[in-house]
């Protein structure tokens, strides 16, 4: 079966620093990894996703994140936080096999302090 | 580009009332889900359909029942409320392929006093 684990349901940084969100999964098939952002009283929307080729991933909003399969990672990164990228991040894990039901992971609330 | 509209946005109801979510989407998808969204708890799945006429349970089905009569739309029903179904509730469709992600709507919030 598949899971995905974000470390830290809180996560909070100062206007300009580094954001880190992490996650990591567990899937028995190569897996297509996603990063979705819901901003406050809207529904979740992509912000980028890993299916194949580049393990470097570019999103929108100046987010990124790096495929490690060694490390069964898909951690989201941002050189400056904004205080416009304060919301809930999730991560999720496309459905392997006969499964029609991508896992997602809890959640992390991303907090930006000016 | 409307993509998942749902309808209502907020509705309060009382202990033992009974009322029904929609889910529309224009994007001709195959894939579409009801979940619900508690603090601390995520997104919980509660039905799911892989095509029309089809429904599936999923994590938390209890106190619910869904239909799909027609593709574009997804129907999310309470028979009897209770306090326990307080909560956001978000639809969401995929198309088939599993790299493509899901599109979600804006969420129908429902306070049962």
């Known amino acids: 079966a598949q899971s995905v684990t974000q470390l830290g349901s809180h996560v909070s940084v100062s206007e300009g620093a580094l954001v880190l969100l992490r996650c990591n999964y567990s899937s028995s098939v190569p897996p297509y990894l996603f990063w979705y952002v819901q901003y406050p009283n809207q529904g979740l929307q992509l912000l980028l996703k890993?299916?194949?080729?580049?393990?470097l991933v570019k999103g929108i909003n100046g987010f990124e994140a790096e495929f490690k399969k060694s490390e069964t990672s898909f951690h989201l990164t941002k050189p400056s936080a904004h205080m416009s990228d304060a919301a809930e991040y999730f991560c999720?894990?496309?459905?392997?096999?006969?499964?029609?039901?991508?896992?997602f992971g809890r959640g992390t609330s991303l907090i930006v302090h000016p | 580009n409307a993509g998942v509209t749902q309808t209502p946005k907020f509705r309060v109801l009382k202990t033992g009332q009974s009322m029904t979510l929609l889910c529309a989407q224009d994007?001709?998808?195959?894939?579409m889900y009801w979940y619900r969204q508690d603090p601390g708890m995520g997104l919980r799945l509660i039905h799911y359909s892989v095509g029309e006429g089809t429904t599936a349970k999923g994590e938390v089905p209890d106190g619910y029942n869904v239909s799909r009569l027609k593709k574009q739309n997804f129907l999310l029903g309470l028979e009897s409320a209770a306090p326990s179904q307080t909560s956001v509730y978000f639809c969401?469709?995929?198309?088939?392929?599993?790299?493509?992600?899901?599109?979600f709507g804006e969420g129908s919030r429902l306070t049962v006093l």
């Open positions: 890993y299916t194949t080729g580049a393990t």
């Open positions: 994007m001709n998808h195959e894939y």
């Open positions: 969401a469709a995929r198309a088939i392929p599993a790299t493509g992600e899901l599109f």
């Open positions: 999720a894990v496309s459905p392997d096999g006969g499964s029609y039901i991508p896992t």
